[in-house]
């Protein structure tokens, strides 16, 4: 082993243990979100779907990846407001454009001719979708649809005294929300979790005296519902628009109260409980949508909801509880961070987000920022449930922002970045039925919009099949989306060795792969394979014929998704032996492709020529795809283009760039893939300080939870890294983060990690192998290959000495 001098003249060790069957443990810690008030529930929503409830933004989320809820914590009128993972408006539309393929030659010439302003003209009218597509963003009333809130559950107590001793938390620990406080004399409690396996909200209230606790229940939404009784339940119903003035989704959510003394009563609008002791609530919901095309319908909801129901309350609490935690805990135990010797808890946790504005510091809220997002991961998206959307599976509007759709140019995808490394595969799982659901739909896009064979989906798409462009081409034409969205299935493997999931997403790789071989034309310049008519995800430039165009050929975004999406493919077909003719024609179309260029001012170009841009700080860093969450430019493979990226980095941020949540966390990845830890904490800095609410929710604004997940990423990225066939231990530590330690972080080629660090520098570093693959360890300039087998791990351990 060769070991280099650093420039501290410290020389750094590295020592090899034998630690087969070595028994691996997490440690715990307290991880609470915690308030000294409530959420106001009286404050009403406000009806644009664009603009953030303030009062919304303090509730505490709960979910089991099917049911949401957000606890507001108030005392004498309590809102819960509900979601339902598929409480979508809209209906499958068929909005694939016939006339497009024909005008595609002619696109093609004209940029080829640097004809930008007819280009764009001939594209805005041929290539977009024939339909009313999104709406824009206003999806609620037409085909495409609209992820919306399931309404709201109601719970007033009659009082309009004062209260004292108020305190409301989030324990990550164990996914349950708690609020207490002293009225009247009397110390209530509220104790509430989301259960997966028993498919029910249950929500748990008690008082320290007898008799004491009387309230009556309600179930609302704005729109398309009714309430009645039935069987001792309080049932709310209704049907979603379809968008054609016509019935669509239909959706069922039954309430029941069971009371330890005292006495329940039902109307058709209420449940009323008076002078109980202790009172259980349980919840359940669902609708009759299923996951199939072109059917997308047949879920028995309302038999669902009723054997759910019976089910929980057959059951004691405390068994619930148990059950609940068993389950969760399975999955958020896995990880554990610790940035400060101290717990630190003495500050409510609003209150801890406010003065970070100030201190731009506060290593025990990063703790808690990382594990929330994993969090919201585990509550938002389970095995066999749909993906997380753009506000996870939480939503208080009828016109949720975007639709809360699965934007598929960075957003839906920046969900699942934490899925692998944070070790919550599983959780990724949902992400691949959705796209296994979208080949047959992409298919007839590919056919109808292209005359190509495979399939494809553009920036948009939703849980009706959306795979058509957008109703503008300016953003609409991102023809990038099932590559990129695809690159999902590479990763898994990579961290799972998992090859009956390859063999299961090959065909759809493969279908991917035909498209772009179908796509690519030859640049009469150059002879390279380029993509387009296309766009750079949303970002506009300066022509030379003097138009403000952002249709091109070969941006850099297509060209790198697609180098990603054939690399994948090439080496799926190497793990699973497979060959064909596609494995053929895509390793000669890989070394045919336009890759990436360094402009004359050394950054890294976002199209196949100079263009000046018309927003030079703009969000998206699509361009740089390739250096994160992509695998073609690196540090050690090449590094004259990572400092091109860096340069493209530096240069956003100065003009402006990274000023949205999402934007500002994938940010941190980007530079922690750089080694530039003070960069990466800084873009890290900016979402806790500009982006983050008083529940910590990410704001774009308005509120994204991308930025939350990305944000977990980012820290886990400054952590570990391992893309480029070796594993990075603290690759980008910044100053502040002196002493730490962090347990049961995954790293591709199936590792999982340990690292513990005092002073900045490498204390020990535990790597245990999952699957038995070889790799090399590294450390600064240290490296150490690592040869074991399924079981076996490898204890490094650092001491400097002069």
């Known amino acids: 082993m060769k070991i280099k001098r650093h420039l ?16 691996k443990e997490t440690s715990s810690k307290a991880l609470k979100l915690w308030y000294n008030q409530p959420a106001d529930a009286t404050v009403k929503d406000s009806p644009d ?52 393929k024909e005008a595609q030659a002619k696109i093609r010439q004209l940029l080829f001719e640097g004809k930008y302003k007819e280009a764009t003209e001939l594209t805005n009218k041929t290539q977009i979708c024939v339909g009313k597509g999104s709406g824009h963003g206003n999806g609620a009333e037409v085909p495409f649809g609209c992820f919306q809130t399931l309404g709201d559950l109601w719970i007033e107590n009659g009082k309009t005294t004062g209260y004292e001793n108020y305190y409301r938390e989030l324990d990550l620990n164990d996914a349950v929300v708690r609020v207490k406080y002293l009225q009247d004399g009397v110390n209530y409690q509220r104790e509430i979790f989301t259960s997966q396996p028993d498919q029910a909200m249950v929500a748990r209230f008690t008082a320290d005296k007898m008799g004491q606790i009387s309230f009556k229940c309600s179930m609302s939404r704005p729109e398309r519902f009714k309430t009645y009784s039935e069987n001792d339940q309080l049932v709310m119903s209704g049907a979603l628009s379809d968008g054609k003035g016509g019935n669509g989704l239909q959706y069922m959510a039954r309430l029941k109260a069971v009371c330890k003394n005292g006495s329940v009563s039902y109307t058709d609008s209420t449940v009323i409980v008076e002078n109980a002791d202790e009172v259980v609530l349980f919840l359940t919901a669902s609708t009759d949508y299923v996951l199939s095309y072109p059917e997308y319908k047949g879920r028995e909801y309302e038999k669902i909801t009723n054997e759910n129901i019976e089910r929980a309350i057959s059951r004691p609490y405390q068994e619930l509880l148990d059950t609940h935690k068993k389950e969760y805990q399975a999955y958020f135990n896995r990880v554990s961070i610790d940035l400060t010797p101290e717990n630190n808890i003495n500050f409510a946790t609003d209150q801890r987000v406010i003065d970070f504005k100030k201190t731009k510091s506060d290593p025990h809220l990063v703790e808690l920022l990382f594990q929330y997002g994993r969090y919201l991961l585990i509550s938002s998206s389970r095995p066999g449930t749909l993906p997380a959307n753009l506000q996870g599976i939480w939503a208080n509007k009828i016109q949720t922002p975007w639709n809360g759709d699965y934007h598929t140019d960075v957003n839906v995808e920046m969900n699942y970045w934490p899925a692998e490394v944070t070790n919550l595969s599983e959780m990724h799982l949902p992400l691949f039925d959705l796209i296994e659901s979208l080949v047959k739909p992409g298919e007839k896009t590919a056919q109808v919009q292209y005359g190509n064979k495979g399939w494809v989906i553009h920036p948009i798409t939703n849980v009706w099949g959306y795979t058509s462009p957008g109703e503008m081409a300016s953003w609409g034409m991102h023809t990038g989306g099932s590559a990129w969205i695809c690159s999902h299935i590479g990763e898994h493997y990579l961290f799972t060795d998992d090859k009956d999931f390859l063999r299961r997403m090959y065909p759809v790789l493969k279908g991917a792969v035909e498209f772009y071989l179908d796509w690519l034309v030859a640049d009469p310049k150059t002879g390279k394979l380029v993509s387009g008519p296309a766009v750079s995800p949303e970002n506009s430039f300066i022509a030379p014929d003097g138009s403000r165009s952002q249709i091109s050929m070969g941006p850099a975004h297509d060209q790198q998704v697609i180098w990603q999406l054939f690399s994948d493919f090439i080496f799926a077909s190497e793990e699973l032996e497979l060959e064909n003719t596609t494995v053929q024609e895509v390793k000669q179309a890989i070394n045919l492709l336009a890759g990436p260029q360094i402009g004359s001012d050394g950054r890294l ?92 929710f990410g704001l774009h ?102």
């Open 49 to 100: 779907g664009w603009k953030d409830d303030p009062e919304w933004l303090k509730a505490l989320p709960l979910g089991n990846g099917s049911l949401g809820l957000m606890v507001f914590g108030d005392v004498n009128k309590e809102r819960i407001q509900l979601n339902e993972e598929s409480m979508w408006s809209g209906s499958v539309d068929v909005n694939d454009n016939p006339v497009a």
């Open 605 to 696: 170009m976002e199209w196949a020529e100079e263009f000046p841009e018309v927003e030079p700080g703009h969000r998206h860093i699509s361009h740089l795809f390739a250096l994160h969450p992509g695998r073609q430019i690196s540090l050690e493979n090449t590094p004259e283009l990572a400092k091109a990226a860096q340069k493209s980095l530096d240069y956003r941020i100065a003009n402006g760039g990274g000023h949205t949540g999402w934007s500002a966390a994938w940010l941190i990845s980007q530079y922690a893939r750089l080694n530039q830890a003070e960069k990466a904490k800084e873009s890290l800095n900016t979402v806790l300080e500009k982006s983050t609410s008083p529940n910590l």
């Open 8 to 23: 501290s003249s410290l020389f750094i060790m590295l020592v090899l243990f034998s630690c087969t069957n070595e028994k």
């Open 701 to 802: 604004p308005p509120f994204q939870m991308d930025a939350n997940f990305g944000a977990t990423a980012g820290i886990a990225e400054m952590l570990i890294q391992s893309h480029d066939e070796t594993i990075h231990l603290l690759p980008a530590l910044p100053f502040e983060w002196t002493t730490g330690e962090v347990k049961g972080l995954l790293a591709r080629g199936g590792f999982e990690v340990d690292i513990k660090w005092r002073d900045n520098e490498l204390v020990e570093a535990v790597i245990y192998s999952k699957t038995g693959t070889n790799c090399k360890i590294r450390y600064k300039e240290i490296e150490k290959e690592f040869n074991g087998n399924i079981g076996d791990c490898i204890k490094l351990h650092a001491a400097d000495y002069k």
